[in-house]
């Protein structure tokens, strides 16, 4: 079974740095790109970036490029979506999720991020 | 960018009625790369349709995709309780892969 796990939820202050989680199993990690997309409060979804866990090559969205790190440790079969200093427009849920000929099929259960001083 | 519009915003339907949910794009889309996908409330969107019409696993025949250049229907051909949900469209052709602001189908 293809599972995409997830790191619970965070609370931080805006100007802090984050790192939150998303781990596959049940395929072979090396073979599908991971995703992270993104879901403020009330709102729609959007695409922020993709990772090949095999290479590392990694495209950004360009509202998040510059405004996130996606990285990947292959050895344990996980992705990673990084903030070096958060800002409360960060708030939101953060979702990973198995890309399969670029559509998602399986999601993470979705990770909560709120930036509130 | 390609921006993809959804119509309606909302839906008000009862049990046993038909849906027509429509994803515009603002520039044509290779039908192999439109999807669509349900999410209800509190949880991660679930996979419906790939490839423009192509049921994921698991979907019920009742969910229908078609469409092509940059007009995409999803059809619910008869509404279950579980089918109340928001529904979004995905282009995911060229970067950046884009979303649908989401169609709510709710019980009238």
């Known amino acids: 079974e293809v599972l995409m796990v997830q790191s619970r939820a965070e609370v931080r202050k805006p100007g802090e740095s984050l790192r939150i989680s998303c781990k596959g199993s049940g395929y072979t990690f090396t073979s599908y790109w991971i995703a992270w997309v993104r879901q403020m409060p009330g709102k729609g979804l959007e695409w922020m970036g993709v990772?090949?866990?095999?290479?590392?090559?990694?495209k950004y969205s360009p509202s998040f490029e510059d405004q996130v790190t996606i990285s990947v440790d292959e050895s344990i079969n996980t992705a990673y979506l990084q903030w070096n200093s958060l800002k409360t427009s960060d708030t939101a849920i953060y979702y990973c999720?198995?890309?399969?000929?670029?559509?998602?099929?399986?999601w993470g259960q979705g990770t909560l991020i709120t930036v509130s001083s | 960018e390609i921006v993809l519009t959804q119509s309606p915003g909302t839906l008000s339907l009862s049990p046993g009625e038909r849906a027509t949910l429509s994803c515009r794009t603002s520039?044509?889309?290779?039908?192999?790369?439109l999807g669509w996908y349900q999410q209800k409330p509190g949880q991660a969107p679930r996979l419906l349709i790939y490839?423009?019409?192509i049921r994921a696993n698991g979907i019920p025949n009742r969910f229908r995709g078609s469409g092509s250049g940059t007009d995409f229907t999803l059809t619910i051909s008869r509404l279950e309780p579980d089918d109340f949900a928001v529904y979004f469209c995905?282009?995911?052709?060229?970067?950046?892969?884009?979303f649908g602001q989401g169609t709510k189908v709710e019980i009238k």
């Open positions: 490839g423009a019409s």
């Open positions: 999720a198995r890309n399969s000929h670029a559509f998602f099929d399986y």
């Open positions: 990772i090949h866990p095999g290479d590392s090559d990694t």
């Open positions: 995905h282009q995911y052709g060229p970067l950046p892969w884009t």
């Open positions: 520039q044509s889309v290779d039908s192999s790369f």
